[in-house]
């Protein structure tokens, strides 16, 4: 039977501090709950890569088993995955096994072209999913969950700001399509790794409103959905949510448009940077991604 401590599985606690997000108050509205978390691609998991970290916990069947435990505990109704492995979505969602852990690869076009050229610097193989769903309840309510993995290269700032305004753009579009179509007027959720810290430019970007001095076409144009950062409005950005000896701070979040209707009411539990199960950085036995995942709980009410 094997020693190693067990993943950590955290819960989730009230966004604001203090209540009591298990109350028996009556509400009369919808609660969701979505949790975003890379859980880092077994291709780059080895020792050479991670010397930090306990060589058993970096084994595919190990982690594969540790994420998993991990994604079960939350009970959230929407998962925001960045790099998928197989072993998880033929046991998570069912489907039948076959053969190992499956083989996935990226080519770094930075090794393949001119970066000069607009097609190479911009051609990467970052992957964008979004998708609307009609929430049941007392009512009904639509919501767009989005999920995104912006490029990791700090020196190819440009390319990140430029893929976060064409995500930007194209959730627009999809949320006029679904209101015409559904005759309402949706909510939007992105969350996932936008490989940029707060501050910087993506994230000035997603979360900035329009100047007052632009006329409503500049605004469409510019910042075509405007969007508010769940820690932001509530307890503040995570201290990190990417930890390593080379680099530690907040690379994921999770967005949403602001309206009347809809707020988090709880946020995932976070490790503090002392914490023991941080230190030595990630992966470890306790976080099987370099990553930690992220969570909020939604509540929306009716017009």
């Avoid at 969701?32 to 691609?41: D, E, H, R, T």
Wanted: proline fraction near 8%.
């Amino acid at each position: 039977m094997s020693t190693n401590p067990a993943p950590i599985c955290p819960k989730f606690i009230p966004a604001e501090g203090g209540g009591n997000i298990n109350s028996t108050s009556k509400f009369e509205g919808i609660r969701f709950s979505l949790v975003s978390y890379n859980i880092l691609a077994q291709v780059y998991v080895r020792s050479a890569l991670y010397p930090h970290s306990p060589s058993a916990c970096l084994k595919w069947k190990n982690r594969s088993d540790a994420v998993l435990t991990v994604l079960k505990s939350f009970g959230a109704d929407f998962l925001c995955l960045q790099v998928l492995f197989i072993h998880l979505y033929t046991v998570f969602w069912g489907g039948k096994k076959k053969g190992g852990g499956g083989s996935w690869s990226k080519k770094d076009s930075r090794d393949h072209g001119d970066l000069n050229d607009p097609y190479v610097r911009l051609k990467r193989d970052c992957v964008g999913i979004m998708a609307a769903f009609r929430l049941k309840g007392p009512f009904d309510h639509v919501v767009i969950v989005a999920t995104t993995h912006l490029y990791w290269d700090p020196e190819l700032a440009d390319v990140k700001l430029a893929q976060a305004k064409y995500l930007s753009s194209r959730l627009a579009e999809f949320r006029t399509q679904v209101s015409d179509r559904y005759d309402c007027v949706p909510s939007v959720i992105v969350a996932g790794d936008f490989n940029s810290v707060p501050g910087d430019k993506v994230y000035q970007y997603l979360t900035l409103r329009c100047p007052k001095s632009a006329t409503l076409v500049e605004c469409i144009e510019e910042y075509p959905i405007p969007l508010c950062s769940v820690h932001a409005s509530t307890r503040g950005e995570p201290r990190f949510t990417n930890c390593t000896p080379d680099f530690t701070d907040t690379l994921d979040y999770i967005f949403f448009s602001p309206s009347d209707r809809i707020k988090p009411v709880s946020i995932l539990e976070l490790p503090d940077a002392d914490s023991p199960s941080v230190v030595g950085c990630l992966p470890n036995y306790y976080h099987p991604s370099d990553h930690i995942p992220i969570g909020a709980e939604f509540e929306i009410t009716k017009d």
